[in-house]
């Protein structure tokens, strides 16, 4: 399968059978980190940068929080974990380091590509990248009611305009918006 570059154009995003199946592979990959990063990336929308050099002193198990140091807009940025997040984590609970090294220079992040390859061709999933995992948790959050400053807001966007290509994914929160305020017509 070809490397497909990043396109922030993009909006691919799992559908809920795809996310099954890339979670059962990223389960049964060789690097037993693969599917923590992919959780990870869905449930925050978190870019590979971020997550890769998280440290085991950002992550804030009491409070459930990951602090990203410095984020692509050059700004700190906290990550709230999901209890599934939480759980995978104790399970690779360290004191120090990053969370997801490299077997050879432990100070650097683990380069995973070839473990993503292998686990989107397993997981029969085609025209997707690792950004799109950013796409999926924004995606799954406006079709669940969350308003564009939400999306924003977890995303870490400066901007509304970047968010608003989830925009014909809010149809719940603007049906709701329309209701409470239009009803009485």
Known sequence: MPYLAENNNRTRFLSPHERTCLFKVCK?????????????AITTGA???ELSNLKWMDIDFERQTAYVQTTKNGLPKALPLTDSVIQELQLFRRD????FPSPIKPNKPLDFAKHWR???????IEDFVF???????????AMNGAS????ADVLGHKQISVTHRYAH??????QKLINRVMSDM
Request: aromatic share 6%.
């Open 118 to 124: 292998q686990a989107l061709e397993k997981a029969e």
């Open 148 to 151: 564009l400053l939400e999306i």
């Open 96 to 99: 120090k380091g990053l969370i």
């Open 28 to 40: 049964a990959s060789d690097w037993d980190k693969l599917y923590l990063i992919v959780l990870m």
């Open 47 to 49: 870019r590979k940068g």
């Open 169 to 174: 994914l809010c149809t719940l929160h603007k």
């Open 131 to 141: 950004h799109s995992l950013r796409h999926t948790c924004a995606s799954y959050l």
